[in-house]
Nanobody, 112 residues
Framework: QVLLVESGGGLVQAGGSLRLSCIAS????????MGWYRQAPGKQRDLVAT???????DYVDSVKGRFTISRDNAKNTVYLQMNSLEPEDTAVYYC??????WGRGTQVTVSS
C-alpha cells in the first residue's frame, strides 16, 4: 500500500515563501514519477509541477521561475519550494505519485 502525507501548508502574505513536503511510504520511491497538483475552490485539480525518476521537471507556466520541485530519495520525500507567492496560488495542494496515488492535501492560503 502506498501512503502519501503532505505537510508545510499554511497562511502567508503575498510575496512570501512556503516549502511543501510529501513523505511517501510503501513501494519503492526512487523509480516513480512524483508531482504536485492544486485545487482552488470551485475549480478542477490542476498540475503544478512534476519530477520524473530520471530528474526531469515540468511546471505549469504560472509558477515557472517561482516554484521548484525536488526530491530526496533517501528520505522518500518530494518537496515544492514556493517563492514569490501570489493570492492566485491559494489552493489545496496535493502530492501525486505515479501511476495514480494521491495524498490528502495541504491548504495554502496567500493573503494580499
Amino acid at each position: 500500500q502506498v501512503l502519501l502525507v503532505e505537510s508545510g501548508g499554511g497562511l502567508v502574505q503575498a510575496g512570501g515563501s512556503l516549502r511543501l513536503s510529501c513523505i511517501a511510504s510503501g513501494r519503492i520511491f526512487s523509480i516513480n514519477d512524483m508531482g504536485w497538483y492544486r485545487q482552488a475552490p470551485g475549480k478542477q485539480r490542476d498540475l503544478v509541477a512534476t519530477l520524473t525518476s530520471g530528474g526531469n521537471t515540468d511546471y505549469v507556466d504560472s509558477v515557472k521561475g517561482r516554484f521548484t520541485i525536488s526530491r530526496d530519495n533517501a528520505k522518500n520525500t518530494v518537496y515544492l519550494q514556493m517563492n514569490s507567492l501570489e493570492p492566485e496560488d491559494t489552493a489545496v495542494y496535493y502530492c501525486w505519485r505515479s501511476p495514480n496515488y494521491w495524498g490528502r492535501g495541504t491548504q495554502v492560503t496567500v493573503s494580499s
